[in-house]
């Protein structure tokens, strides 16, 4: 080992010299785990993306692993800021390790892009979240399209069942909010665990309510557990399911007891019906050719639309930050964020970002699109 | 709540309990004659839905990449330990079982994978797969350490734990399968409907839990086992190999493992790290049992199952919590009726 040491001090050396001179962006997500199914198509689109050049400076993605847990994420956060000396953080991909990472990023002053979903990271606008952007929609903005079309079905009561964690519970609190608005009552509220084998006691109390319809608020193939036990209860309501589950293996394992469900994703999903004037689908298609052209047909996911949109963003700050400083300075970073904070007009895979002081996540109507399952397929409904 | 919501709720109870149980024994089992707590045993379970579901979808398993890989690492053990006690001639006997019959099992799946079996014989594949692996985790994890203490073992599973997930989300992918069900039947008596896939895990438990008694209280290995749970050292002395007894544990309870996988593919999604849930809950039941009693054991584990059902439906946010804290009273319960014995090192 001591022989070793000279060696690695040398390679430490060179390791360092080539990277000053580069923009280093940190990027944790969770790619074991609970979250994996959301983490590892994030990691493809960064693995996907390699070293890429952005303002004439070359571009590198160290990315690390949080295990889908809290405390590694900000362990991993003060190791790239502190070891790796990035320029800007790039994740989590849920959203408590993302709230926990909130501290170390404002501490050292560096730019953070979380590709969690809740509005709790960026909201309010105080020091703390100055420094912090968002690309994933808020969950109330997908909440709202959901009480939009159950209006529009002529729905008037709402049974609910999610998962017992920090996802299931923003989902109930926006959908309390949406429903109200609209004038729908939720007659029923349950939990499930996204392991959970068997979920029959909570749908029979579902069925008990007599709902018009439910609402499933669950993420990947976990979400499916419940529609699948309801169809079989001989459920004849609506089903509703919300954005976590836009994936193929969703589509998968719920077969066809998923015909007629419900959802609201990110227009990217089904890019190839949007019409040929919305700006998504030019950023989406050259997204999704690319990544199913790499991981094969059919393997989209919107989470990975999040991670694309979080290098759209610094694909357009990055230039204007370094006309003010060189990479690596605080200067720079400080630069970047101020960068991030004014991108306008961007169009990303999964929306258009207009970020301003007070929004940074900068989405409107036009990053959600309802979308129904239609045999094994989602199809746009218009 | 009326009578027919309860009658379903009881139904689905015994179904998931019923599972919980197999897990149950495979606990005891392993715990009696080997004094391993058995950890990894909910992984056995995933491996046996997830390699189903692979093999469903024509794929050759990622398990059995793990199966040949295991089978050199233990054959490379056994040359090393024949080579170093000089006993050259056990060496093809050894050889035969712990890499030939596992390279067979590898080979003969990936030839067949890609053809499309039918579903009974995708289920053999499963199961033998799964099983195959139960001894090689005991020879490569647990034999080098077998007369280690209790807690020392402990660590090694939670060990072969990790590393098995770790692998699972490697060959399966973080997304869950489900396999198709063995029957669409539904059988009406009143008001009542049963499904025949809860009746099928009701019944196949209970012909596993006979079938293992019959082996048990019949047969000779099944004897060695039992002189082994009770007493390691006299079994050893009246030529009970201690090493024997271990892989025939191992693999029996990598059978139950891949039988319970198999039978909870249809009723729900499995993921790659479904097992551990599952089998503490089969811990719960064991615990009732006390580790040792193979009868109190399945009967913990249908209260479990029970407990579960009816919770979830009056409190599912509760429903984990209530679960595991009814382990509290009964180990209160048991540590104040038996005695408490001094673990002999």
Known sequence: ?382 | MDLSIALLLVQDGITNGAIYALLALALVLVFTVTRVIFVPAGEFVTYGTLTLAALQLNKPPGTVGLLLGLAAVAGAMEVYATARDRAWHRLPGRLAVYVAVPAAIAALVWAVAPAGLALPLQIVCTVAIVTALGPLLYRVAYQPLAEASVLVLLIVSVAAHLTMIGLGLWFFGAEGSRTPPFTGESFHIGDMSFSGQSLLVLLFSLMVIGALWLFFDRTLYGKALRATALNRTGARLVGISPNLAGSLTFMLAAMLGAFSGVLIGPITTVYYDSGFLISLKGFVGAIIGGLSSYPLAALGSLLVGLLESFSSFWASAFKEVIVFTLIIPVLLWRSLTTHHHEEDE
Not at chain 1, 26 to 54: D, Q, R
Not at chain 1, 105 to 131: C, G, Y
Request: overall charge positive; charged content about 20%; aromatic content about 6%.
């Open chain 1, 1 to 382: 080992m001591q022989s070793l040491k000279p060696l690695m001090a040398a390679a430490a050396l060179l390791v360092c010299g080539t990277a000053l001179a580069d923009i280093n962006v940190g990027v944790t997500l969770s790619a074991t785990g609970p979250a994996a199914s959301l983490g590892i198509p994030e990691k493809n689109t960064f693995e996907m993306l390699g070293s890429p050049t952005i303002g004439g400076q070359k571009v590198n993605f160290i990315i690390l692993d949080d295990k889908s847990d809290t405390t590694e994420a900000v362990k991993n956060t003060r190791k790239l800021i502190g070891e790796d000396k990035v320029d800007v953080i790039v994740g989590s991909t849920v959203t408590p390790n993302s709230l926990a990472m909130r501290d170390v990023v404002v501490e050292a002053e560096i730019p953070m892009v979380s590709m969690a979903a809740s509005a709790l990271i960026i909201n309010p606008v105080d020091p703390k979240t100055r420094w912090v952007f968002k690309t994933p929609q808020n969950d109330s903005l997908m909440a709202d399209a959901v009480a939009i079309s159950m209006k529009a079905n002529g729905v008037t009561t709402l049974g609910y069942i999610g998962f017992a964690d920090a996802y299931g519970d923003s989902w109930l609190t926006e959908i309390k909010r949406s429903a109200q608005t609209a004038g729908i009552k939720i007659v029923a509220e349950e939990k499930y665990n996204r392991n959970d084998p068997s979920v029959t006691g909570q749908v029979l109390k579902l069925l008990a309510a007599k709902p018009d319809a439910i609402l499933i608020a669950g993420s990947g193939t976990p979400a499916a557990t419940p529609h699948k036990e309801l169809v079989a209860r001989g459920y004849k309501g609506k089903i509703y399911q919300t954005h976590g589950v836009a994936n193929a293996d969703f589509l998968r394992v719920v077969g066809k007891d998923g015909n007629g469900a419900l959802l609201p994703a990110g227009p990217m999903l089904v890019y190839e019906q949007l019409a040929d004037g919305n700006p998504v689908k030019k950023s989406a298609a050259a997204y999704v050719s690319k990544y199913e052209g790499k991981y094969g047909p059919d393997s989209r996911t919107t989470f990975g639309g999040h991670a694309w949109d979080a290098y759209l963003l610094l694909e357009r700050a990055i230039p204007e930050a370094l006309k003010k400083a060189q990479p690596g300075t605080k200067a720079f970073r400080v630069a970047l964020r101020d960068a991030l904070e004014s991108v306008k007009d961007a169009a990303g895979a999964n929306g258009v970002f207009n970020m301003s002081a007070a929004d940074h996540n900068g989405f409107d109507n036009r990053a959600r699109v309802m979308v129904k399952i239609d045999n094994g397929k989602w199809v746009l409904v218009k």
